[in-house]
């Protein structure tokens, strides 16, 4: 197994108490008589996406070969900028509930729908027109009753009463225009059915009618697609062959790491690093508390190999999620290309230029 040694140019230094070598220096004019400038054939060659673990709600992948403000753009996106449905108006007939309109409105609007964006048109304003192409439109009309016959011992609320929960599921889709035939395939309905909005007893109700619309997690957190979108850089723990971790030590220097990162040879009393374990680490600096093992490894991590964890909470499955991102910092890239060539072509660089379809 090659010795990996400490590479400024590649690897973030992770010291005691500091980081070092935090930004990157693969550009033009850094390095004298290196050509560092951008080339597609050598960005093509080191990208690389690996999904490393995927489920029905979370994935986790690796992104390689790309620049921390590029990976960032994309975790932003993903929370902000990527589109989604939510309930946006609430039009209360009756509600003699506990909860006040202005919170169970708040409630509801917070429900994941598994609707797809790409179906529906963005509204332009809160007071354009209501349509079958941006407006979907659900009913919720619950009204407890006391359970005849129930028992008279019992305290189970659901054997006490019927509907003494006011739950997701109880959203019903009511089709306007075309909705029904469009949307055949996967009716509207909430993600989760199960999400309780609220309690009921005997005698009270609840009655709305609810409009949902496309929008961003920018203009309100609800729209957000994921629960959580973070990454991290890939951890490297560095051995120094120079300084072995004296073999009375070994097991202390293990503990100083998460579990599996640190092999120890039952023979001789060497230690090792496991390569597919180190992504496990934590980074604690635990090793760097014992004066012991002063010069005996080096913390960083790498650069540009970025450990992305997302869970979706929507209709995007995970794995869609990316391709969704790059969609939207692609349409972003176009319109700033529009505007540079309007100014390239139209501009005389007095004053601002209006540019058509932007």
Request: charged share 25%.
């Amino acid at each position: 197994m090659p010795v990996t040694t400490y590479d400024p140019r590649k690897h973030v230094g992770v010291h005691a108490e500091r980081v070092s070598h935090v930004s990157s220096t693969n550009f033009p004019g850094h390095y004298p008589n290196e050509d560092h400038s951008w080339d597609l054939e050598r960005f093509r060659k080191g990208l690389t996406v690996k999904i490393e673990r995927l489920s029905n709600r979370t994935i986790e992948f690796d992104l390689v070969g790309v620049d921390a403000s590029i990976a960032n753009a994309f975790r932003r996106i993903l929370i902000a900028e990527v589109p989604t449905i939510c309930v946006e108006r609430v039009y209360v007939w009756d509600n003699t509930s506990v909860v006040v309109d202005e919170v169970l409105a708040q409630r509801i609007g917070l429900v994941p729908l598994n609707i797809d964006p790409a179906l529906m048109d963005m509204k332009q304003s809160a007071n354009d027109q209501a349509t079958d192409r941006n407006t979907l439109v659900f009913r919720l009309q619950v009204a407890c009753e006391r359970r005849k016959n129930a028992p008279k011992d019992t305290t189970d609320q659901s054997k006490l009463y019927i509907n003494h929960e006011v739950l997701s599921s109880h959203l019903k889709w009511i089709p306007q225009g075309e909705q029904e035939i469009v949307m055949a395939d996967n009716p509207p309905a909430p993600t989760n059915l199960n999400i309780v909005l609220t309690k009921l007893r005997p005698g009270q109700e609840i009655d709305m009618e609810l409009h949902a619309v496309k929008g961003v997690g920018k203009d309100h957190a609800k729209f957000c697609p994921v629960a959580t979108a973070s990454y991290r850089l890939l951890p490297l723990v560095i051995l120094n062959p120079e300084k072995p971790v004296p073999p009375e030590l070994v097991e202390k220097f293990q503990k100083c790491f998460s579990a599996g990162v640190i092999r120890i040879d039952p023979r001789t009393k060497a230690v090792s690093v496991d390569s597919k374990k180190t992504r496990n680490e934590t980074m604690s600096r635990e090793v760097y508390r014992h004066p012991e093992f002063e010069g005996c490894v080096q913390l960083a991590r790498v650069r540009d190999h970025f450990l992305f964890n997302i869970e979706s909470e929507g209709f995007y499955p995970p794995q869609r999620l990316l391709p969704e991102a790059i969609a939207v910092m692609r349409a972003k890239i176009a319109t700033i290309k529009r505007a540079t060539e309007t100014l390239l072509n139209n501009g005389d660089g007095l004053g601002d230029v209006e540019m058509a379809g932007a």
